[in-house]
């Protein structure tokens, strides 16, 4: 199983920038899809998380990111908006999924995505 994120890039403050992760390989279900991010010098942080047809967010992009999934392509996505410059970071898409029936649930990480918010 991989994680492959993609979409970021260099954005105005007050802009906006859509993160794509797409999940692939020997897949059976994929519970939690997540989103993190670690900024230079700071510990890797949780930022949102879609689990069924729930979703939950940190506080710091309550209001301003939107996580959303495709399950049928196995997709995760990433909506932010109103970005601040401490939005800086990697942004990782993380994932437990089962890759067989018999198998139980496994955590993948994929390789991040450098997001940079700046004038």
């Known amino acids: 199983v991989q994680l492959q994120a993609s979409g970021g890039g260099l954005v105005q403050p007050g802009g906006s920038l859509s993160l794509s992760c797409a999940a692939s390989g020997s897949i059976f279900k994929v519970n939690v899809m997540r989103w993190y991010r670690q900024a230079v010098g700071k510990q890797r942080e949780f930022i949102a998380a879609?689990?069924?047809?729930?979703?939950n967010y940190a506080d710091s992009v309550k209001g301003r990111f939107t996580i959303s999934r495709d399950n049928v392509k196995n997709m995760l996505y990433l909506q932010m908006n109103s970005l601040k410059p401490e939005d800086t970071a990697v942004y990782y898409c993380?994932?437990?999924?089962?890759?067989?029936?018999?198998?139980?649930?496994?955590?993948?990480w994929g390789q991040g995505t450098l997001v940079t918010v700046s004038s």
């Open positions: 993380n994932a437990l999924i089962r890759p067989s029936a018999v198998l139980g649930e496994y955590e993948y």
């Open positions: 879609s689990r069924g047809g729930s979703t």
